[in-house]
């Protein structure tokens, strides 16, 4: 059997009123993720993971920034086509852990509902994909409420 493991990182800059989309929800908020598609750090994360494990580069190379077709887009959207890209190079994904890194608001209620909406993309099992959340302890841009961060391991198999 070949295993492989990756690895993603993502930050978005934080602006009021915007829509705040983590983990495929949004969550109310009186701030936004800036960014080019809804700005969701946790599937962002998770797809430069799953990229990563096969070596395939990662969503900014895949989905550009500049292009028109990627403006405002349901993150949701990528994942599904970098689920698709996995499966398509004959691999499974067995399990994905993020961590979420941010001030406020509080993602506790929330990360159950995260959990089964990214299960329901990939479609796998709730109980494959690990959601964390982390304040910063009021340190770094995270703690200071200038943005949000997001880590995440993907193991995949064939
Ligand atoms: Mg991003």
Same mark, same amino acid.
């Given at each position: ?12 800059? !934080? +602006?009021? =009123? ?9 969550? /109310?908020?009186? @701030? %936004? ?20 494990? !096969? +070596?395939? =580069? ?9 292009? /028109?077709?990627? @403006? %405002? ?86």
């Amino acid at each position: 059997m070949d295993i492989r493991i990756g690895h993603g990182y993502d930050v978005h800059r !934080l +602006a009021e =009123g915007l829509r705040l989309v983590i983990g495929g929800i949004e969550i /109310e908020h009186t @701030k %936004g993720c800036l960014a080019h598609s809804d700005g969701d750090v946790a599937i962002h994360a998770i797809c430069d993971a799953m990229l990563g494990a !096969l +070596a395939l =580069g990662d969503i900014g190379k895949l989905f550009p920034d500049t292009s /028109e077709e990627f @403006k %405002g887009i349901d993150s949701k959207i990528l994942l599904r086509r970098v689920c698709d890209i996995i499966a398509e190079q004959g691999y499974t994904i067995s399990n994905i852990d993020c961590t979420i890194a941010l001030q406020r608001p509080k993602l506790r209620p929330h990360i159950d509902t995260m959990r089964q909406t990214l299960a329901d993309v990939i479609g796998f099992d709730v109980d494959r994909i690990s959601i964390k959340a982390t304040t910063t302890e009021h340190l770094g841009f995270e703690g200071e409420e200038q943005g949000i961060s997001a880590h995440a391991v993907a193991l995949l198999t064939r």
